[in-house]
Nanobody, 120 residues
Framework: QVQLVESGGGLVQAGGSLRLSCAAS????????MGWYRQAPGKQREPVAT???????NYADSVKGRFIISRDNAKNTVYLQMNSLKPEDTAVYYCNADVTTRSGSFMNYWGKGTLVTVSS
């Protein structure tokens, strides 16, 4: 079994910054893509940023230039540095990972989410 645990959410004023972390643990052989998604109240979950093992990054247009995704492959950890936060960034942020387990299975996992609230 594999677990993803997010941390770093909280309340911040507009214009401020937060850094999210997500650590994967368990029966992991390798992780290909890791990323962040978010779900605002009353809206569907949407991708925010993803990063391949080879460091190819993709960002949602709404966060380009403000958010930076990075990862530490040795620690199976992905980060999301969020700058110039806006009230519309308020959401539950979920970590996601494509994992090859030690038993050879390829599966997609989600964390439980961390709440980011941006006040105006």
């Amino acid at each position: 079994q594999v677990q993803l645990v997010e941390s770093g959410g909280g309340l911040v004023q507009a214009g401020g910054s937060l850094r999210l972390s997500c650590a994967a643990s368990g029966s992991i052989f390798s992780i290909s893509s890791m990323g962040w998604y978010r779900q605002a109240p009353g809206k569907q979950r949407e991708p925010v940023a993803t990063m391949s093992r080879s460091a190819l990054r993709n960002y949602a247009d709404s966060v380009k230039g403000r958010f930076i995704i990075s990862r530490d492959n040795a620690k199976n950890t992905v980060y999301l540095q969020m700058n110039s936060l806006k009230p519309e960034d308020t959401a539950v942020y979920y970590c996601n990972a494509d994992v090859t387990t030690r038993s050879g299975s390829f599966m997609n996992y989600w964390g439980k989410g961390t709440l980011v609230t941006v006040s105006s």
